[in-house]
């Protein structure tokens, strides 16, 4: 893999603008159009990971689109082909200065759910962006083409500002089947492990707390997936000749669930529970507002752990979800006992969990409580829980450099509420992890009509143009106080 390393003689040379004017030509990309263009041109690439049809159009991505602009930034780059077959590409790329004093790894995502083309409303379309007043539409804009793009808009920006010397390294890992499940993501990153080494990990995906306030999460709840099964016999008997006699697997599987969790939602099975809720996640929560905004449910005040704030539940703490229930046939139902019932099941679970041992805690309880019959079985959608520490070095000073560059205090959340696989950088590779989110949670992520908005990327590239100068003239300091 090639990569441009650049001479430590013009390392100690003074950038010739400030931080304000490399935040304001970031925003003059904006303003004139260039960055619309860019990320039209993007969104034109029907990258849906879920279609293995799309391959294609995956590597096309990476290798005639991100590629071009990199190596005119001295990047090295290599499209590396996933260890499972068939699945989609990743991009690996470094810059690197002679003398540099730490490295910053990014990440970002090229693929997108699928387009639902005829689902758009009238007169937009996935595949090409449609600005209508503040909105900005098009398959990709919120997640992830439009982040990955406002990171890299600044981080050339920024280079540029400084003549060309940030006095750090930068490397890049870009996926093309996030919205897949990543597949190979852990495998190449433990496989390219010294190539990925860095100090700090800094990269932009999924939304805001509210489109009103910057934010910064340090990792994320992980996801666990179950489903429970009940074979009571091998068919349906009528009801009025059996009913009173036989047991009925839907009436039993659904008081085996009330043991698991109460009518309230609150966990029933300390197995289920986290360790505690740390004091500076606590702290770190206590000015989160989850909710509120146009299109939001109301949220229920009476719902899950008691003693806990809205954000405290569904950022520092578990919850146990039904997402499907089967007994019968629901769309025909018929005058007979049904012999079988299911039920999908998952757990959103954050760190201090006993996420490995999850089935063990379940099968124990129900069998505990008389429901010995109710089959457990694990799913393979797992993901883990991770959580940066909010009092981290990484932590404050990323605070400070949004809350200069914005003159407003940023959301700072120890974790979202939902998973990414931020496990694979924080775990696998070892790296403080920092999250900037340039979308919003009304933004149709996944959905038809997805978007941003425009007055939220605008504030986004200034505050990445922001994040890239400040590691420049802070970063050193921070690496050297982390070590100490």
């Known amino acids: 893999m090639c990569s441009a390393t650049f001479s430590p003689t013009t390392a100690t040379r003074e950038p010739a603008m400030t931080r304000e004017s490399a935040i304001a030509r970031t925003v003059a990309v904006f303003d004139d159009g260039r960055f619309q263009a860019t990320l039209g041109r993007r969104v034109a690439f029907r990258t849906e990971s879920q279609d293995a049809a799309s391959l294609p159009q995956l590597y096309a991505y990476l290798s005639d689109e991100i590629v071009p602009l990199l190596h005119s930034l001295g990047f090295g780059c290599r499209i590396v082909d996933n260890p499972v077959p068939g699945k989609s590409p990743f991009l690996l790329a470094e810059r690197i200065e002679a003398g540099a004093a730490f490295t910053v790894l990014t990440y970002g995502h090229g693929d997108v759910v699928r387009g639902y083309d005829a689902q758009w409303r009238e007169g937009l379309q996935p595949w090409k962006i449609v600005v209508d007043g503040n909105r900005w539409y098009g398959r990709g804009t919120a997640d992830n083409k439009g982040q990955h793009t406002i990171n890299f808009t600044a981080l050339e920006q920024v ?146 752990e008691p003693g806990l704030t809205p954000a405290e539940r569904v950022i520092g703490w578990n919850s146990l979800e039904v997402l499907a229930f089967t007994c019968g046939n629901p769309a025909m139902p018929v005058h007979a006992i049904p012999a079988t019932a299911r039920a999908h099941c998952h757990m959103r679970y954050v760190v201090g969990s006993d996420a490995a041992h999850f089935l063990d805690h379940i099968r124990a309880h129900l069998a505990a409580h008389g429901f010995d019959d109710v089959e457990v079985r694990g799913t393979d959608v797992h993901m883990a829980a991770t959580r940066l520490d909010p009092d981290d070095a990484w932590v404050r000073w990323g605070l400070a450099s949004m809350e200069r560059t914005t003159g407003r205090r940023p959301a700072l959340l120890p974790n979202l509420g939902g998973s990414l696989p931020n496990d694979v950088f924080s775990e696998t590779l070892g790296l403080p992890t920092l999250w900037v989110p340039h979308s919003y949670p009304a933004c149709s992520q996944h959905a038809p009509n997805e978007h941003i908005l425009a007055d939220v990327t605008r504030e986004s590239l200034e505050i990445m143009a922001g994040l890239f100068w400040d590691l420049a003239e802070q970063g050193p300091a921070v690496v050297q106080e982390r070590a100490a």
Not at 172 to 190: F, K, N, R, T
Request: with cysteine.
């Open 159 to 304: 280079l540029q500002a400084r003549d060309g010397v940030l006095g750090y390294n930068v490397k890049i890992i870009l996926e093309m089947g996030e919205e897949d499940g990543s597949p190979g993501l852990d495998e190449v990153c433990a496989l390219h492990r010294d190539f990925l080494a860095a100090d700090l990990f800094l990269a932009s995906d999924g939304p805001r707390v509210s489109a009103s306030r910057a934010t910064m999460f340090l990792g994320s709840r992980g996801v666990f997936n179950f489903d429970l099964h009940l074979d009571l016999r091998d068919g349906g008997h009528h009801s009025g000749n059996w009913g009173g006699l036989l047991r009925n697997p839907g009436i039993r599987l659904a008081h085996a669930i009330a043991t698991l969790v109460d009518a309230k939602g609150r966990i029933l099975v300390p197995g289920l529970l986290p360790e505690e809720l740390p004091g500076s996640v606590r702290v770190a929560l206590r000015d989160i507002e989850v909710g509120g905004s146009a299109g939001d449910p109301a949220i229920d005040p009476d719902w899950g």
